[in-house]
T-cell receptor, first 105, second 115 residues
Framework: GIQVEQSPPDLILQEGANSTLRCNFSDSVNNLQWFHQNPWGQLINLFY???GTKQNGRLSATTVATERYSLLYISSSQTTDSGVYFC???????FGAGTRLTVKP | DTEVTQTPKHLVMGMTNKKSLKCEQHMGHRAMYWYKQKAKKPPELMFV???????INESVPSRFSPECPNSSLLNLHLHALQPEDSALYLC??????????????FGQGTRLTVV
């Protein structure tokens, strides 16, 4: 089956810093989503982005389907951005291992 | 409305108990999913239903039995579980499994403890 790899596994930032999270996948995909899992376990939809670029406030994402990767950009990070960020691909939503982000005040 | 509702939020059950987890959505979605998530791990797919028919079963042990009685409701029946089955169980739904209508929305999960 398709392999999904996320990097880095852990990231610690000072509040206000910018960051880039990466999701690589081993085969072509027809669906890619980015999620933020909060400390209570809720998976919050960030982007549905099988290709192209989208922006939502301080967050933006780019998927280059032909090169099999997607990037999530977080600008001016806040402590509330802390949590685990997952990418998931294809119609049966296969998840990467996630990036655990900690934003320190 | 992008709400998927799971009940109960927390469940403690003994190894000889039978219990059920419930998931409901009223977005008209025709694909529904069960995931299991252990601590510090990503969600793992268990089952997918499409148009109320089981589409994917990821070789899940028979002590987990899914049921999709109608297009809005998905159940997970639990029987004779083991302590290692303790986890967060997540339900999700999407419009469809095909094409561009596959954006999935998740419920808040049921945190299950088997004692």
């Amino acid at each position: 089956g398709i392999q999904v790899e996320q990097s880095p596994p852990d990231l610690i930032l000072q509040e206000g810093a910018n960051s880039t999270l990466r999701c690589n996948f081993s085969d072509s995909v027809n669906n890619l989503q980015w999620f933020h899992q909060n400390p209570w376990g809720q998976l919050i939809n960030l982007f549905y982005i099988p290709s192209g670029t989208k922006q939502n406030g301080r967050l933006s994402a780019t998927t280059v389907a032909t090169e099999r990767y997607s990037l999530l950009y977080i600008s001016s990070s806040q402590t509330t951005d802390s949590g685990v960020y997952f990418c998931a691909v294809n119609n049966d939503m296969r998840f990467g291992a996630g990036t655990r982000l900690t934003v320190k005040p | 409305d992008t709400e998927v509702t799971q009940t109960p939020k927390h469940l403690v059950m003994g190894m000889t108990n039978k219990k059920s987890l419930k998931c409901e959505q009223h977005m008209g979605h025709r694909a529904m999913y069960w995931y299991k998530q252990k601590a510090k791990k990503p969600p793992e797919l268990m089952f997918v239903y499409s148009y109320e028919k089981l589409s994917i079963n990821e070789s899940v042990p028979s002590r987990f039995s899914p049921e999709c009685p109608n297009s809005s409701l998905l159940n997970l029946h639990l029987h004779a579980l083991q302590p290692e089955d303790s986890a967060l169980y997540l339900c999700a739904s999407s419009q469809d499994l095909q094409g561009a209508r596959t954006e999935a929305f998740f419920g808040q999960g049921t945190r299950l403890t088997v004692v």
